[in-house]
Each structure stands twice: as C-alpha cells, then as structure tokens.
C-alpha cells in the first residue's frame, strides 16, 4: 500500500524559509514524484517535479514564480521528497501535497494516483 506522508509546513513571515518532506512508502522504483500546492478558493497545481533519475522539472505556471526559490530533491536512501523554499511569499500561502505516479504525463496532467494529505504552509506579510 502506498503511502505519502508530508510534514514540514508551518507559518513564517515573508522572505522566510521552510524546507517540506514527504516521507513515502510502498513505491516501487521508477515513479513519478513531486509536489502541488492549493492557495484556499483556487485549484490545486503542480510545483515541481522529479523523476527516478532526477531529471528535475519546476513548473513555469505559478504566480509567484517558484523557479529560483523553490528547490525539489529527493533521498532514495530515505524514500523521502523535499521541497526547499526559500524567500517565501503571501501568496506562496497553500496547502501543500506530495503526489507520485508512474507517468510523469499523469502527474504533471494533475492527476497522479497517489497524494499525501497536505501541509499548510502560511506566509505573512
């Protein structure tokens, strides 16, 4: 059974930082894993990605741009996912999801198989 279990969200005040971990189980090697966030009243979208080489994909679509700031990683050894991010803004404000599946297309079409249960994240101005 798989299982995505992030942590690491919090409040902060603008400029600041927080790093997210998604602690997974049950995947078999080779899936697609990465991250969405979902600001409250607006839909859930994709972040960042990264695939079982580490080819690394950020997407070009959020507002504020998370290139630059946001950096996603991933510890094979720990079967864990980060999401570093760094000069944090309000409206970087969300709930956060770890997601996974075996085709990065699903995944990046917002609809991978697997989700985590989110973590707010809260930036204050």
């Known amino acids: 059974q798989v299982q995505l279990v992030e942590s690491g969200g919090g409040s902060v005040q603008a400029g600041g930082s927080l790093r997210l971990s998604c602690a997974a189980s049950g995947l078999t090697p080779g899936y697609y894993m990465g991250w969405f966030r979902q600001p409250l009243g607006k839909e859930r979208e994709a972040v960042a990605g990264i695939d079982a080489r580490g080819t690394i994909t950020y997407t070009g679509f959020t507002q504020p741009s998370v290139k630059g700031r946001f950096t996603i990683a991933k510890d094979n050894a720990k079967n864990t996912l980060y999401l570093q991010m760094n000069s944090l803004k309000p409206e970087d404000t969300a709930i956060y999801y770890c997601?996974?599946?075996?085709?990065?297309?699903?995944?990046?079409?917002?609809?991978?198989?697997?989700w985590g249960q989110g973590t707010q994240v809260t930036v204050s101005s």
């Open positions: 997601a996974a599946d075996p085709s990065n297309s699903q995944f990046w079409r917002g609809r991978p198989s697997y």
